[in-house]
């Protein structure tokens, strides 16, 4: 192999294949990056085995070839190079890398110790839609989702795929939250639905990779009563939150609570080493009074993923979960549940 690149092109490309290298020991390839030629094209190509990212830079192809070397080392020498271009030829077991003021030799590995990356086998069948909806819809949820090691089943956002819907759903048992998207918003050709488990950290990567699973039923989850229904301003809400979460405890709890007959709602947190604060942000609200413990931290997650200047906090007591969506869009419903009142 013998390539020229700019420097700021493979730059970008190790940037983009970065989370995927791993510092597994007992596999010293996965420290590699795998750099092959192929149709007038430069691929770089990490995996830790649970992901695998590949990125297509372009380049001067004077001689095919492929080789893999260290990610750490590679990076870390194009990170302070001060020369625009980079060549790069393959030498029995190294890697020349020589500028016209820089020459290294890296050492390699053999690339048949290269796990081998999986290619997609239907290409018949797909769903497309513009980058920018679906990375908003993943952004609308992803914070929900959590690693767990007892219900591996919710470590990743859910695909539920049903022809004129398409849902993206994430949860922690303790929140969750749902985006749906609509036929308007993509074009599809699959005959029938399906729902999919995207594990967390490829969503995080490469959100168009998906593995089957089973969802765990999350419907009954989400509120069809509410016992108080809340309108608020959402930035009030919002500053409110963040504001007395700076005495909250361990738990990151803050108490919502009705006053003055349930015309204003008082946020408040306190604790014995540092004292107390509450806020009173007006509200407009119908059903019965109400008291509940939240984690600042995920109440705050939920608001934050609105643009509605206001938005509706739907209660059912102490115990069970609370609901905030927006009056005027209803593709979107954040769901977590209350910290135990003690």
């Given at each position: 192999m013998k390539i020229t690149i700019l420097k700021e092109n493979l730059k970008e490309g190790l940037n983009s294949?970065?989370?995927?290298?791993?510092?597994?020991?007992?596999?010293?390839?996965?420290?590699?990056?795998?750099?092959?030629t192929f149709d007038n094209k430069i691929k770089l190509t990490a995996t830790n085995l649970e992901l695998a990212i590949t990125k297509n830079i372009s380049g001067k192809i004077v001689e095919e070839g492929s080789i893999t070397v260290p990610f750490s080392v590679l990076n870390?020498?194009?990170?302070?190079?001060?020369?625009?271009?980079?060549?790069?030829?393959s030498k029995g077991d190294n890697l020349i890398l020589k500028t016209d003021n820089y020459q290294a030799a890296?050492?390699?590995?053999?690339?048949?110790?290269?796990?081998?990356?999986?290619?997609?086998?239907?290409?018949?069948?797909?769903?497309?839609?513009?980058?920018?909806?679906?990375?908003?819809?993943?952004?609308?949820?992803?914070?929900?989702?959590?690693?767990?090691?007892?219900?591996?089943?919710?470590?990743?956002?859910?695909?539920?795929?049903?022809?004129?819907?398409?849902?993206?759903?994430?949860?922690?048992?303790?929140?969750?939250?749902?985006?749906?998207?609509?036929?308007?918003?993509?074009?599809?050709?699959?005959?029938?639905?399906?729902?999919?488990i995207i594990p967390l950290k490829t969503i995080q990567e490469v959100p168009r990779i998906l593995k089957n699973g089973n969802y765990p039923d999350y419907e009954p989850i989400i509120p069809k009563n509410l016992a108080t229904e809340c309108v608020v301003n959402r930035e009030s809400l919002l500053n409110a939150v963040k504001l007395v979460s700076n005495f909250s405890g361990k738990i990151n709890d803050v108490k919502i609570k009705s006053k003055e007959g349930k015309k204003v709602m008082e946020v408040s947190s306190s604790t014995?080493?540092?004292?107390?604060?509450?806020?009173?942000?007006?509200?407009?609200?119908k059903g019965e009074d109400f008291e509940v413990v939240f984690n600042w931290r995920f109440l705050l997650d939920g608001l934050k993923s609105f643009d509605a200047e206001e938005i509706l906090l739907g209660l059912n007591g102490d115990q069970r979960a609370a609901v905030i969506k927006s009056q005027k869009d209803f593709s979107y419903v954040y769901i977590a549940m209350p910290l135990k009142n003690n």
């Amino acid at each position: 192999m013998k390539i020229t690149i700019l420097k700021e092109n493979l730059k970008e490309g190790l940037n983009s294949v970065v989370r995927a290298v791993s510092e597994n020991n007992n596999l010293p390839i996965l420290k590699n990056i795998l750099i092959k030629t192929f149709d007038n094209k430069i691929k770089l190509t990490a995996t830790n085995l649970e992901l695998a990212i590949t990125k297509n830079i372009s380049g001067k192809i004077v001689e095919e070839g492929s080789i893999t070397v260290p990610f750490s080392v590679l990076n870390g020498i194009i990170a302070n190079l001060d020369s625009e271009k980079v060549n790069l030829e393959s030498k029995g077991d190294n890697l020349i890398l020589k500028t016209d003021n820089y020459q290294a030799a890296i050492q390699s590995l053999n690339e048949e110790e290269f796990p081998i990356i999986p290619e997609i086998g239907n290409s018949e069948h797909h769903l497309k839609m513009d980058s920018e909806s679906f990375n908003d819809a993943v952004l609308k949820v992803v914070n929900c989702a959590q690693i767990s090691e007892i219900r591996p089943e919710i470590s990743g956002v859910l695909f539920d795929f049903q022809i004129s819907s398409l849902k993206l759903v994430a949860t922690d048992s303790f929140r969750l939250a749902e985006k749906t998207l609509f036929d308007k918003d993509y074009k599809a050709n699959f005959p029938r639905g399906f729902k999919a488990i995207i594990p967390l950290k490829t969503i995080q990567e490469v959100p168009r990779i998906l593995k089957n699973g089973n969802y765990p039923d999350y419907e009954p989850i989400i509120p069809k009563n509410l016992a108080t229904e809340c309108v608020v301003n959402r930035e009030s809400l919002l500053n409110a939150v963040k504001l007395v979460s700076n005495f909250s405890g361990k738990i990151n709890d803050v108490k919502i609570k009705s006053k003055e007959g349930k015309k204003v709602m008082e946020v408040s947190s306190s604790t014995q080493q540092l004292g107390e604060n509450r806020y009173l942000v007006p509200m407009k609200a119908k059903g019965e009074d109400f008291e509940v413990v939240f984690n600042w931290r995920f109440l705050l997650d939920g608001l934050k993923s609105f643009d509605a200047e206001e938005i509706l906090l739907g209660l059912n007591g102490d115990q069970r979960a609370a609901v905030i969506k927006s009056q005027k869009d209803f593709s979107y419903v954040y769901i977590a549940m209350p910290l135990k009142n003690n």
